[in-house]
């Protein structure tokens, strides 16, 4: 095979045409277009918003982006709640770059409970069990060279808060990828490659870089689809010097929750009504696009810390990486009837941002919300972001905010066992003063912020279903040539931090796509 480049130099053109475009090079885009190119020969181009920095051996990628230990602050879409909630901005990270979010997370690689997968089986989606997931799963694990650390590489924090778990109920385990466990805390099984953060695009793309069907093209974000009768025709990419036509075989739609949903409604699918009040011609009667956007709502308790943890941290840190995240317990408040239904995970280590340079918190999650939001455009232009409502805490029964409440109470049943009270210090936030049920509530209510996990803007379901986006196996409802493949597609947000979900959509639809 040809040796093909790993950036597109300045004024390359792009191709003309390509048997499959595949937009957005994120966690599930890489997977999606490097399964292709390596198990077929149709030339398949990947399309993303962000640079392309090579393979990894290259060694041209940016050390925030492959030092696991921090959670990267450049390569940002931006996104931001904007005016929606008076007191606060609340930022929705979302990575500009090739592995997408698998290039800029905290790397927990869960996979999540058996209950979250057979129940998309059981809204019309055949094909999403979980007994048929779980070799997609290991499969896109071993892709990503997932482990759990050794208890030697347990920071001394988080070991703390295993020891004060245990005390307070929640058992140690083995793994917390068990479907079937639904009551635990562990290590958490990670993406990590001796303290490098291992992307989708090392662990898909690199190894067919070399195939002459496949190109990979950076820094070109996708302005719109062109569709005639039924089919797209054309991918329109904001290039260099102005939009550039590409004519397209098939196209596969894999720009992120927020990203997915805002091409489709610049290509006029979605809502009629909603397309005209953006000024968009509709094209495709879709009203489910958009809507269903929900993420695990999260609060955090922080507490003061002591000099003996720091110095303790400090030692740990001379002879072993140390990461901030480590941990996850999955515990049940008082109104779980099924599985679990919080994630409570610890974290900790040097922070510049705080007087003692150290941060010290507990961190809660709903891992089952009822809430829904949605996503739409102000106008058609690609320049401007959409408005993202997600409505946490919306649900009429207030049985999101019952859970985080629950949820507070036991992460300070956690701190205050002597495995960690006595290093963990103080509670600083929210304070010994919010201390009565109603307080809490009221302090989830203004406090409560994301989990970095939004799904279910394009959402799978039966053509019968109205609301529903994409069929089973991706193809966006009438259109022939059209999918999408990440996490936009979800229809109800599994137990699990969403990096090996969203990366077993790509898994899934590829395969699928290859089949044909």
């Not at 989606?125 to 892709?143: Q, Y």
């Not at 010097?241 to 004519?247: I, M, Q, S, Y």
């Not at 109470?409 to 109603?438: D, F, H, M, N, Y």
Request: aromatic fraction near 6%; include cysteine.
């Amino acid at each position: 095979m040809a040796r093909k480049r790993d950036q597109r130099p300045a004024g390359t053109p792009l191709p003309k045409f390509a048997d499959t475009v595949v937009i957005g090079g994120g966690t599930a885009g890489a997977a999606v277009a490097g399964l292709l190119a390596e198990h077929s020969e149709q030339t398949v181009l990947l399309l993303e918003a962000g640079p392309d920095y090579g393979p990894f051996a290259a060694g041209r990628w940016p050390a925030e982006l492959t030092d696991a230990g921090a959670i990267p602050a450049t390569h940002d879409w931006g996104y931001h709640s904007g005016e929606l909630y008076a007191q606060r901005v609340i930022a929705y990270e979302r990575a500009r770059v090739i592995g997408g979010c698998s290039s800029h997370n905290g790397c927990a690689a869960i996979w999540g409970s058996s209950v979250d997968y057979d129940g998309w089986a059981a809204l019309e989606n055949p094909g999403w069990s979980t007994d048929e997931l779980r070799p997609l799963f290991r499969a896109g694990s071993e892709r990503l060279r997932v482990r759990i650390p050794e208890p030697g590489e347990v920071t001394p924090f988080q070991r703390f808060a295993l020891d004060a778990a245990a005390t307070a109920g929640i058992p140690r385990v083995a793994d917390l990828n068990n479907l079937d466990e639904n009551l635990g805390m562990a290590p958490s099984p990670a993406n990590i490659v001796n303290g490098v953060r291992w992307n989708t695009g090392f662990a898909y793309l690199d190894p067919v870089r070399e195939r002459s069907n496949l190109t990979i093209v950076g820094d070109s974000p996708c302005e719109r689809l062109e569709i005639s009768s039924g089919r797209v025709n054309a991918v329109v990419v904001a290039g260099r010097e102005g939009p550039v036509r590409l004519e397209v075989g098939r196209v596969i739609v894999a720009a992120g929750t927020y990203g997915s949903p805002a091409i489709l409604e610049r290509s006029g699918i979605g809502d009629p009504s909603e397309l005209r009040s953006a000024g968009i011609a509709p094209m495709h009667d879709l009203p489910g696009v958009g809507h269903n956007l929900h993420d695990h709502p999260r609060v955090t308790l922080s507490y003061a810390g002591t000099r003996e943890l720091e110095e303790m941290m400090a030692a740990f840190a001379r002879d072993h990486w140390m990461p901030e995240e480590q941990t996850i317990a999955k515990a049940r408040s008082s109104r779980c009837t099924q599985a679990f239904d919080l994630h409570v995970y610890p974290v900790g280590g040097p922070d510049r941002t705080t007087p003692t340079g150290w941060r010290w918190t507990l961190e809660v999650a709903c891992m089952t919300p009822r809430s829904r939001g949605a996503l739409r455009l102000t106008n058609a232009s690609s320049a401007v972001p959409p408005i993202l409502d997600h409505r946490y805490l919306s649900d009429p029964e207030d049985e999101d905010l019952r859970v985080l409440a629950d949820g507070v109470a036991l992460a300070r049943e956690i701190a205050a066992k002597p495995a960690l009270s006595r290093l963990a210090g103080r509670e600083i936030s929210p304070g010994s003063a919010i201390a009565t049920r109603a307080q809490v509530e009221a302090f989830v209510r203004a406090n409560c912020l994301h989990y970095y996990h939004p799904v279910g803007t394009c959402r799978m379901g039966p053509a019968s279903d109205r609301s529903a986006v994409v069929d089973s196996r991706g193809r966006i409802h009438g259109l022939d040539n059209a999918y999408v493949a990440d996490a936009s597609i979800i229809p109800v947000i599994p137990r699990a931090n969403t990096n090996l979900p969203a990366l077993v959509v790509g898994e899934r639809i590829a395969r699928w796509l290859l089949e044909r």
